[in-house]
């Protein structure tokens, strides 16, 4: 039986139809990014114009105070890194060594895929769920306190799916031919995955520990719950002394606040120059995640033309 051939006015038409579509696809994608942009832009411009007038050195070096004018965030910023240093410090390697330990060595079977499930749950918990675990695990259950301890671990704990996760995915975009030549050159399973393939998705892996931290820094529903204090009017110790031992863990036990909790307090309060010291340490904590995301997207990079 002949092959029927579509008239060309019909081709005319579906080629007329087909471009249009597309070309509707474009502007209604177009117009989701302009109007996501359109709303950051917005807060942004907001933050700078009432909080910009009151960023200088001193309200990086203050410390809190009654008096709006004299206020700074010296406590909330301080608190904010050594928070993510511990919360760094427990979920990287642990989250680094579970992704790898499922991607590499776990046997595919049911509990593994049970596993996947929960970590990926995990990964969408609500945050308050986590200040409710840490409050009962590290500041009731094991007698840490309202310490600078107990917060990092909480956000340990909240950020440790995401970065399995992100090492897993990592590992599973490394092409199958760089683990299998390994292997034929010798290579043990051990080794191949150290010096192979574990550098091919150390970018991968960066940027997912970057962007953890960055949530880690914005975090405030948890550290409410574990004891983050909303006016604190002294530094944590310094972890390094002058004298031997040289080196001091007293700061792990001593409270704390960070930059979100500071701003909530600010917020909280009467007149509009406490509103203008909230918007200012807002654009302080913008700032910080911004350079994060810029190293990510710096460090991603750079792995990737030194491996190429």
Same mark, same amino acid.
């Given at each position: 039986?002949?092959?029927?051939?579509?008239?060309?006015?019909?081709?005319?038409?579906?080629?007329?139809?087909?471009? @249009?579509?597309?070309?509707?696809?474009? &502007?209604?994608?177009?117009?989701?990014?302009?109007?996501?942009?359109? =709303? @950051?832009? +917005?807060?942004?411009? %907001?933050?700078?114009?009432? #909080?910009?007038?009151? $960023?200088?050195?001193?309200? $990086?070096?203050?410390?809190?105070?009654?008096?709006?004018?004299?206020?700074?965030?010296?406590? +909330?910023?301080?608190?904010?890194?050594?928070?993510?240093?511990?919360?760094?410090?427990?979920?990287?390697?642990?989250? *680094?060594? !579970?992704?790898?330990?499922?991607?590499?060595?776990?046997? /595919?079977?049911?509990?593994?895929?049970?596993?996947?499930?929960?970590?990926?749950?995990?990964?969408?918990?609500?945050? *308050?769920?986590?200040?409710?675990?840490?409050?009962?695990?590290?500041?009731?259950? $094991?007698?840490? #306190?309202?310490?600078?301890?107990?917060?990092?671990?909480?956000?340990?704990? @909240?950020?440790?799916?995401?970065?399995?996760?992100?090492?897993?995915?990592?590992?599973?975009?490394?092409? %199958?031919?760089?683990?299998?030549?390994?292997?034929?050159?010798?290579?043990?399973?051990?080794?191949?995955?150290?010096?192979?393939?574990?550098?091919?998705?150390?970018?991968?892996?960066?940027?997912?520990?970057?962007?953890?931290?960055?949530?880690?820094? #914005?975090?405030?529903?948890?550290?409410?719950?574990?004891?983050? *204090?909303?006016?604190?009017?002294?530094?944590?110790?310094?972890?390094?002394?002058? !004298?031997?031992?040289?080196?001091?863990?007293? &700061?792990?036990?001593?409270? =704390?606040?960070?930059?979100?909790? /500071?701003? =909530?307090? &600010?917020?909280?309060?009467?007149?509009?120059?406490?509103? +203008?010291?909230?918007?200012?340490?807002?654009?302080?904590?913008?700032?910080?995640? *911004? $350079?994060?995301?810029?190293?990510?997207?710096?460090?991603?990079?750079?792995?990737?033309?030194?491996?190429?």
């Amino acid at each position: 039986m002949p092959r029927l051939h579509p008239h060309p006015h019909a081709r005319d038409r579906h080629r007329r139809r087909r471009k @249009l579509r597309d070309r509707l696809a474009d &502007w209604i994608g177009f117009g989701s990014v302009a109007v996501v942009l359109s =709303f @950051l832009l +917005a807060v942004i411009v %907001q933050l700078a114009l009432t #909080g910009a007038p009151r $960023l200088n050195m001193d309200f $990086l070096m203050n410390l809190p105070s009654s008096a709006p004018d004299r206020a700074g965030i010296l406590p +909330a910023w301080i608190g904010s890194l050594m928070l993510a240093a511990v919360c760094m410090l427990v979920a990287v390697p642990l989250g *680094v060594g !579970a992704g790898v330990y499922m991607e590499e060595y776990a046997p /595919q079977g049911g509990l593994t895929r049970i596993l996947d499930v929960t970590i990926a749950t995990l990964a969408g918990v609500p945050s *308050v769920v986590f200040g409710l675990l840490g409050l009962a695990l590290f500041v009731n259950g $094991l007698d840490l #306190g309202r310490s600078i301890l107990s917060g990092g671990l909480t956000l340990a704990l @909240l950020v440790l799916p995401m970065v399995t996760l992100t090492t897993r995915e990592s590992l599973r975009a490394v092409h %199958q031919d760089l683990r299998e030549a390994a292997l034929a050159l010798g290579a043990s399973p051990t080794h191949a995955v150290t010096s192979v393939i574990l550098p091919a998705a150390a970018p991968g892996i960066l940027t997912g520990v970057i962007l953890a931290l960055a949530r880690a820094l #914005g975090e405030t529903a948890p550290l409410i719950l574990v004891g983050a *204090v909303a006016f604190i009017s002294f530094t944590p110790s310094p972890p390094i002394l002058n !004298a031997a031992p040289y080196l001091s863990l007293a &700061w792990l036990h001593e409270p =704390f606040t960070v930059l979100p909790m /500071q701003m =909530f307090n &600010w917020v909280s309060r009467p007149g509009e120059a406490f509103r +203008a010291n909230a918007a200012a340490a807002g654009l302080v904590l913008l700032a910080v995640t *911004v $350079l994060l995301n810029a190293g990510a997207i710096f460090l991603r990079a750079h792995l990737r033309r030194k491996r190429s």
